[in-house]
């Protein structure tokens, strides 16, 4: 919309051959929510997909045994075009990436393993989490044995600023489980192509499914962003006149305050004052 922009990306677990049909049980249920009912806020709405495809798949499930128990992963994020921002939602190992301006790739969504919980933690190191032979099994999909009211208890959201340039990777973990960290931010830019995401990750040993979306919102300086630079501009601008203005008037305090003590002094020395001390006052406009 003009507002908004909802990504998602589902990755069936395979178990009686129902992932596939888990997965797109899991994205009608998404299209469902966005062209259905509104929501008072983007939290409820991303919170109804899951809902909805949860309730959605353990229906199936009990309509189709043939197809086994039924499971997905499932990653979404909402772009909020005015407000320069993004929510993202998860559960299971389907990955959400923010590639930023300066280059730095970041991953805001946690596995639902205990291997990437403890990557998450930083307990284990990159290296060590892509070595590890166990640990990987998943603890929370879309078709789990809780009721759909509850799902939202196992969802995982967040929520981030954008900048200019900053681009969004959703991908499943057949991509990004044989790249590394490395190789990823290598690979990303905001001129990337997908194929070559796609054939790297075959040629590092990749069978799984593999599915993606690079997306590169048009971020542009809005006016309210120009009205704060230009306010912090008369701060840092105040600033300097205050302090330049406070430094006169220190030296001029530092001036009088000599006068002062001059004029002490000599009131010490004169016979009058030798049984008694005259304090003079001076009086300007710097208070003194």
Not at 57 to 71: A, D, S, T
Not at 141 to 161: C, F, K, Q, S
Request: glycine share 8%; hydrophobic share 40%; with cysteine.
């Amino acid at each position: 919309t003009d507002e908004y922009i909802w990504l998602g990306v589902f990755d069936g677990v395979s178990e009686g051959g129902g992932g596939a049909v888990a997965a797109s049980v899991a994205s009608e249920s998404m299209n469902a929510v966005l062209t259905g009912s509104s929501f008072d806020s983007v939290l409820d709405t991303g919170f109804a997909i899951f809902r909805r495809a949860h309730a959605s798949i353990l229906e199936m499930n009990m309509v189709h045994p043939e197809y086994g128990k039924m499971r997905t992963t499932g990653a979404v994020a909402c772009i909020d075009r005015k407000n320069h921002s993004l929510r993202w939602f998860s559960i299971g190992d389907s990955a959400i990436y923010l590639f930023s301006k300066h280059r730095k790739l970041q991953k805001l969504t946690i596995e639902d393993t205990d291997i990437g919980i403890l990557l998450a933690q930083g307990k284990i190191s990159h290296k060590a989490a892509s070595r590890a032979t166990i640990g990987h099994e998943l603890n929370r999909w879309l078709g789990m044995n809780v009721h759909p009211d509850a799902i939202d208890n196992y969802v995982r959201t967040g929520y981030i600023e954008l900048h200019k340039q900053d681009s969004i990777l959703l991908c499943t973990d057949g991509l990004y489980s044989k790249l590394s960290f490395k190789q990823l931010s290598r690979l990303i830019s905001n001129e990337a192509d997908p194929e070559i995401l796609i054939k790297s990750a075959i040629q590092s040993g990749s069978e799984d499914d593999i599915s993606l979306i690079h997306a590169i919102p048009d971020i542009k300086p809005s006016s309210t962003l120009i009205s704060l630079k230009l306010v912090l501009a008369s701060m840092i601008l105040m600033f300097a006149c205050g302090f330049f203005s406070g430094t006169y008037v220190h030296y001029r305090m530092k001036e009088s305050t000599g006068e002062m003590r001059h004029i002490l002094r000599e009131g010490e020395k004169s016979e009058e004052s030798t049984d008694s001390l005259t304090i003079f006052k001076t009086e300007g406009n710097e208070g003194i």
